[in-house]
C-alpha cells in the first residue's frame, strides 16, 4: 500500500486561502469518508485538525475545512496565519492491508 | 481530557531488544484502539499498528509484521511496542495514539518515544 500522494510543499501569504489535496484511490480516499487529517509543527506531536472529511474537532479553528472529490480529499485553510506554518498529513482507512495509510505530507509556509 | 504519556528516550546498539510504553489515562482504556506511529529523521508518519486493549486484538502493517510486537496491559492501561533485535534503521521517532472517538482515525497522540539505535 503507497501513500497518499500530497504536494511536497504549499505557501501563502498571511490571510489568503490554501488547499492541500491528498490523491488516493477508490481502495482508501475514494471508497469511504474516513479522510483525516494532521497538523504537526516541528519537533511537536501530529494533532488531528479534521476527521470523517470534512468534521472539525472541537477546539480547531473554523478555518481550517475539509472536502472530498472522487479519490481526492482537500484541507482549506482560509485566513491564512503565521501559526499554521507546519507540517499537514492526510490519512485514510483502506480496505487493503495496512487499514489505514497516511499521505506524504505537505510543508506549509506562510510567506 | 484524554492523556497519553510515553517513556523517555532511548540509545541502544544494534541486535538489543527494547519496549517502550504508552500510559493512557482520562478515558475507558479498555474500550478503544490505540495504535502506534513511526516518523523516521526528517520523514513523514507512518502507520505500524493497532491494538484494542480489552480484547489484545492486534493489527499490524505488512511493512511492520514480525518486526514489532504490539501489546497492551489494560490492569495499568498501558500499550506497548518492543523489539527484539534493533537495527539501526530502527531509529526513529515513535508516536502511540488513541482512537476514542472513533476507529477510523487519531485523535490524541502522545509526546513521542525517540529511538536511537547505534553501535
Known amino acids: 500500500q503507497s501513500a497518499l500522494t500530497q504536494p511536497a510543499s504549499v505557501s501563502g501569504s498571511p490571510g489568503q486561502s490554501i488547499t492541500i489535496s491528498c490523491t488516493g484511490t477508490?481502495?482508501?480516499?475514494?471508497?469511504?469518508?474516513?479522510v483525516s487529517w494532521y497538523q504537526q509543527h516541528p519537533g511537536k506531536a501530529p494533532k488531528l485538525m479534521i476527521y470523517?472529511?470534512?468534521k472539525r474537532p472541537s477546539g480547531v479553528s473554523n478555518r481550517f475545512s475539509g472536502s472530498k472529490s472522487g479519490n481526492t480529499a482537500s484541507l482549506t485553510i482560509s485566513g491564512l496565519q503565521a501559526e499554521d506554518e507546519a507540517d499537514y498529513y492526510c490519512?485514510?482507512?483502506?480496505?487493503?492491508?495496512?487499514?489505514?495509510?497516511f499521505g506524504s505530507g505537505t510543508k506549509v509556509t506562510v510567506l | 481530557e484524554v492523556q497519553l504519556v510515553q517513556s523517555g528516550a532511548e540509545v541502544k546498539k544494534p541486535g538489543e531488544s527494547l519496549k517502550i510504553s504508552c500510559k493512557g489515562s482520562?478515558?475507558?482504556?479498555?474500550?478503544?484502539?490505540i495504535g502506534w506511529v513511526r516518523q523516521m529523521p526528517g520523514e513523514g508518519l507512518e502507520w505500524m499498528g493497532i491494538?484494542?486493549?480489552?480484547?489484545?486484538?492486534?493489527r499490524y502493517s505488512p511493512s511492520f509484521q514480525g518486526q514489532v510486537t504490539i501489546s497492551a496491559d489494560k490492569s495499568i492501561s498501558t500499550a506497548y511496542l518492543q523489539w527484539s533485535s534493533l537495527k539501526a534503521s530502527d531509529t526513529a521517532m515513535y508516536y502511540c495514539?488513541?482512537?476514542?472517538?472513533?476507529?477510523?482515525?487519531?485523535?490524541?497522540w502522545g509526546q513521542g518515544t525517540l529511538v536511537t539505535v547505534s553501535s
Open positions: 470523517d472529511v470534512i
Open positions: 477508490s481502495s482508501d480516499v475514494g471508497g469511504y469518508n474516513y
Open positions: 482520562g478515558y475507558t482504556f479498555t474500550s478503544y484502539w
Open positions: 491494538i484494542y486493549p480489552g480484547d489484545s486484538d492486534t
Open positions: 490519512s485514510s482507512y483502506t480496505s487493503s492491508s495496512p487499514l489505514y495509510v
Open positions: 495514539a488513541s482512537m476514542s472517538g472513533s476507529p477510523y482515525y487519531f485523535d490524541s
